[in-house]
């Protein structure tokens, strides 16, 4: 079974410049989880998804992230415009159920650098 | 305060010893995880608890729900083992399910 796949693995951009980060949760994982990781610290929640419905975004700072989950599978996360405390590493996870407890698979993370 | 806290931050052992890493957090949880994530690389599941022990090869992982407290051992350490270690709690939450709540890791250093 193929892991959670993230691109790119690392992405170095200007500050103000858009960047945008893919995953493909394992098949059949309805649930697919963004987090980001400062260095230093834990990952840190910004955006689940049930399917193709973002059900907890309380954490996105929305006037430059957005994400998307079209079709329930992939999913994208967007930063527009960049700023430099972007920089961190940001992890796609999936899960089978809601809130399953167990079944959390991560995928490597994108690293972004803004420079 | 952090919900989850993790200690030591960083550890330095030689090669055999015996690694206890612990975590303790605040709230009501249903679950805890404990994660392994290598330098550059993501972030692997090594086990999920809700009451007791778990044992996997050279690891042990244990939780107290009373004292809202974990720990995870490593018998005869490697330096393969060299990695942070992450402690996770699932928090009861009562509209539905929430992500995880993390430490913020244990740098583990094993030295051949």
């Avoid at chain 2, 009501?28 to 009451?51: C, D, E, K, N, T």
């Avoid at chain 2, 992500?99 to 250093?109: A, P, Q, R, S």
């Amino acid at each position: 079974e193929a892991g959670v796949v993230q691109s790119p693995r690392y992405k170095i951009i200007e500050k103000k410049q858009p960047v945008a980060f893919w995953c493909n949760p394992i098949s059949g994982h309805n649930t697919l989880y963004w987090y980001r990781q400062n260095l230093g610290q834990g990952p840190e929640l910004l955006i689940r998804y049930e399917n193709e419905e973002a059900v907890d975004d309380s954490q996105l700072p929305k006037d430059r992230f957005s994400a998307e989950r079209l079709k329930g599978v992939d999913s994208t996360l967007k930063i527009q415009p960049a700023e430099l405390g972007d920089s961190a590493v940001y992890l796609c996870a999936s899960s089978r159920l809601p809130g399953q407890n167990y079944g959390y698979t991560f995928g490597s993370g994108t690293r972004l650098t803004v420079v | 305060k952090n919900e989850v806290e993790q200690s030591p931050q960083n550890l330095t052992a030689q090669e055999g010893e015996f690694i206890t890493i612990n975590c303790s957090y605040s709230v009501g949880i249903s679950a805890l995880h404990w994660l392994q994530q290598h330098p550059g690389g993501g972030i692997v599941s090594l086990f999920m608890l809700s009451s007791g022990k778990k044992k996997h090869g050279r690891l042990i992982a244990t939780i107290n729900i009373q004292e809202k407290h974990s720990s995870l051992h490593i018998t005869a350490s490697h330096p393969r083992d060299s990695a942070v270690y992450i402690c996770a709690v699932k928090p009861y939450s009562g509209g539905g399910a929430d992500g995880l709540t993390f430490g913020k890791g244990t740098h583990l250093i094993i030295q051949p």
